[in-house]
């Protein structure tokens, strides 16, 4: 036996005689400190080499991206979001159903100061009250036009039928009576 020093604490400990027998480190503690920091300085290289600051403060992704335009790279033989593991670099595990918001609304953003945890509920409310969300004529299916709907609204406060108003917009008379009550399109005065 010789005496070794385990080079990620200082600590003393009996090493083998052995060539072939290399333990390096004094335990496995010690082991998985220094390959979690090895592969620590790595990621961090990767992130800064495919990333770059903006004006607005958002540190884009310029590496690969989904079809929504969110971060992705490659990590151990998976493909993951870089927001959602930059997250969990600085605060730890992510809890089962939360999500990694943007407080930027920019999807290639890995900012750690643009990110915040939230529930899928609580992203849908940022969403819609940052009106981000498809409605109105953004949405894919819509049939109508927001000066249909003023019209839609005027010919039915002045008596218009909603069947006669269904067929002459080409909609039913249950969409053309949501419209009215204000149910739908609820952002159109």
């Known amino acids: 036996m010789i005496e070794k020093v385990c080079p990620q ?9 052995e060539s072939s027998y290399r333990q390096v480190y004094c335990g496995n503690s010690c082991g998985q400190l220094h390959r979690r920091q090895r592969d620590r300085k790595h990621i ?3 992130i800064s080499q495919n990333s770059k600051i903006t004006e607005n403060g958002c540190i884009e992704w310029i590496g690969r991206k989904n079809y929504k335009g969110y971060a992705m790279m490659g990590f151990n033989n998976k493909l993951i979001s870089v927001h959602r593991f930059v997250y969990s670099l600085i605060h730890g595990p992510i809890p089962q159903g939360m ?5 930027c609304d920019n999807p290639p953003c890995i900012n750690i100061e643009h990110l915040f945890l939230g529930t899928n509920a609580d992203n849908s ?9 498809a409605h109105g004529e953004r ?3 819509a049939k109508l036009t927001e000066p249909d709907i003023v019209k839609i609204r005027e010919l039915r406060t002045n008596g218009a039928t909603t069947i006669s108003l269904g067929l002459q917009f080409g909609v039913s008379n249950k969409t053309i009576s949501s419209i009215a009550l204000r149910q739908t399109w609820k952002h159109i005065a």
């Open 44 to 46: 961090d290289e990767r």
């Open 99 to 103: 999500c990694v918001c943007h407080k």
């Open 125 to 133: 409310k940022d969403r819609n009250k940052k009106k981000r969300h």
């Open 139 to 141: 949405h894919a299916r």
């Open 9 to 17: 604490c200082g600590k003393a400990f009996p090493g083998r005689n």
